[in-house]
T-cell receptor, first 115, second 111 residues
Framework: GAGVSQTPSNKVTEKGKYVELRCDPI?????LYWYRQSLGQGPEFLIY????????DSGLPNDRFFAVRPEGSVSTLKIQRTERGDSAVYLC?????????????FGSGTRLTVV | SQQGEEDPQALSIQEGENATMNCSYK?????LQWYRQNSGRGLVHLIL?????REKHSGRLRVTLDTSKKSSSLLITASRAADTASYFC???????????FGAGTTVTVRA
């Protein structure tokens, strides 16, 4: 597609439930990134994929968070046993050549609200 | 952890005026990028400056980089109401690919 697509755009879930957030990157972009942004803060790095493998998952806050990218394109961020503190906007980005030429392209994000 | 810090946190200017915001960072970088965000959703890439560059222009935007002071500035000239947004600097460290963002500067342009 023309841009990075994230679905759903909004998700409200009950505490303790499982959620999946989807990211469809720009075709041809091998690098994919997940970030989380809380109100009034800058985006915080979660995980980075190069192709199908997670090249850096050092930003995942704990083992309730997991992400996959099985075919090197679409990625899914999975959160188990959600907590109210997980409420944030989850942003996905993709890039060509690691973003060193023309930066990253971000999706519009998924606003997750845990009630 | 956030690598960059923007200053000021908020800026209010009249349409037509220039807006300047600064960014400081902590470690050696490969490049520094500036992004704009409207309404707390997707970020839009504005400009990328490499560690061996000192100044870059793109339309009404001018970015400077001083690696000795570990700081950068973004200047928006002749501001417009549509420039109202949050602006973030983000760094890519040497031998790394991920962006590390600051907390951003919120710019309000009054008509």
């Amino acid at each position: 597609g023309a841009g990075v697509s994230q679905t759903p755009s909004n998700k409200v879930t009950e505490k303790g439930k499982y959620v999946e957030l989807r990211c469809d990157p720009i075709s041809g972009h091998t690098a994919l990134y997940w970030y989380r942004q809380s109100l009034g803060q800058g985006p915080e790095f979660l995980i980075y994929f190069q192709g199908t493998g997670a090249a850096d998952d050092s930003g995942l806050p704990n083992d309730r968070f997991f992400a996959v990218r099985p075919e090197g394109s679409v990625s899914t961020l999975k959160i188990q046993r959600t907590e109210r503190g997980d409420s944030a906007v989850y942003l996905c980005a993709s890039s060509f050549l690691g973003g060193t030429v023309d930066g990253y392209t971000f999706g519009s994000g998924t606003r997750l609200t845990v009630v | 952890s956030q690598q960059g810090e923007e200053d000021p946190q908020a800026l209010s200017i009249q349409e037509g005026e220039n807006a300047t915001m600064n960014c400081s960072y902590k470690t050696s970088i490969n490049n520094l990028q500036w992004y704009r965000q409207n309404s707390g959703r997707g970020l839009v890439h504005l400009i990328l400056i490499r560690s061996n560059e000192r100044e870059k222009h793109s339309g009404r935007l001018r970015v400077t980089l001083d690696t000795s002071k570990k700081s950068s500035s973004l200047l928006i000239t002749a501001s417009r109401a549509a420039d109202t947004a949050s602006y973030f600097c983000a760094t890519v460290r040497s031998n790394d690919y991920k962006l590390s963002f600051g907390a951003g500067t919120t710019v309000t342009v009054r008509a």
